[in-house]
């Protein structure tokens, strides 16, 4: 009864479904991560053609690039803001427990990919197929392709392009202001276009230069943040660990507002569970179906243990003054 009813709304499905495999995995994700770096750096094979295959680096750059956005940063601040400093521990947890969904949804769909119809040579998969060809079941496979092409087509896109469009436009004062945010969602659109309009392997051709270099750029600039507030570490990490578990935090409700917005921003960065990633790994050439879901995994922690972690700490240090959330 505790993954029923009102505990859905807040991911705890999710929770679930992570705390299944990570128990009939033995821990997969924990037990196997130095597995999980040695495959990224795997090399697929050319193909006959002459072709350059998706490798499992060029999959990973394509779940992170989905992974790693605005949500990092908006979604972290919302967090802090919403629950308190304790809802960076339980994104971790999150993190945690979503490294075995990936891991598994991931796995699964390299089991069960196609090859493409249109001659290229790439494959295409995902919860849809597996439901299809691994359970049988045509109607909610189809029913879930139908969903993530509303949800990640429009709304994930639109959340994401207007976050970057209000950020950008809150910085330009003066009657420029009007015509900037329009101009650019078109730029925005443009450059999508460019990206996808080739295909997965353009796709992965731009990911796998810019997901590293925008990555290196941010952690680089919030590593420089931390480091001018470095006195103010020891602090933040007691904030996080004691709005996780305080007492005083337990009495005035704060615990389950950290849990909560732990568990939302958490499971909204990292997209394990959702159904988004798989899509990416089922196009990787890979000499067995497990080597994708150890690189997805590898990227839930990318994108929450390292880029998300590196967002709280630059809010976390840089907010002057006690009793601060």
């Known amino acids: 009864m505790a993954c029923k009813s009102r505990w859905f709304r807040y991911g705890n499905g999710e929770i679930c479904a992570g705390l299944y495999f990570t128990v009939r995995s033995k821990a997969v994700q924990v037990r196997l991560f130095p597995e999980m770096l040695r495959v990224l750096k795997d090399r697929s094979q050319p193909r006959a053609d002459g072709s350059k295959p998706v490798s499992s680096f060029g999959a990973f750059t394509i779940s992170a690039a989905a992974r790693v956005g605005t949500g990092n940063i908006a979604g972290v601040a919302t967090a802090v803001t919403l629950g308190g400093a304790g809802a960076v521990f339980w994104m971790w947890v999150m993190a945690l427990i979503g490294g075995a969904s990936a891991f598994v949804e991931s796995a699964l769909a390299q089991l069960y990919k196609v090859r493409d119809r249109d001659g290229s040579g790439t494959y295409r998969g995902g919860p849809a197929y597996y439901m299809q060809r691994g359970l049988g079941k045509r109607r909610p496979g189809v029913l879930f392709a139908v969903a993530i092409t509303v949800t990640f087509g429009f709304v994930f896109n639109a959340v994401q392009s207007n976050t970057i469009t209000a950020v950008a436009s809150g910085s330009v004062s003066g009657g420029g202001a009007g015509w900037f945010a329009p101009a650019v969602g078109l730029l925005l659109a443009v450059l999508l276009g460019i990206a996808i309009c080739g295909g997965v392997r353009r796709i992965s051709s731009v990911t796998t230069v ?68 798989p899509n990416a790994g089922a196009a990787a050439e890979v000499t067995h179906p497990v080597k994708q879901g150890f690189v997805q995994s590898l990227g839930v922690f990318f994108d929450t243990l390292l880029i998300c972690s590196m967002t709280a700490f630059i809010i976390l240090t840089t907010t002057p003054g006690p009793g601060r959330f």
């Not at 990555?215 to 660990?241: E, F, H, K, Q, S």
């Open 210 to 277: 810019l997901v590293p270099v925008m990555a290196v750029v941010y952690l680089l600039m919030g590593t420089a943040v931390v480091l001018l507030n470095l006195d103010d570490l020891p602090r933040v990490l007691g904030d996080i660990v004691g709005g996780a578990f305080g007492v005083k935090e337990l009495a005035a409700g704060g615990i389950g507002a950290a849990i909560q917005q732990g568990i939302r921003r958490g499971m909204f960065s990292n997209e394990a569970g959702l159904g988004s990633a």
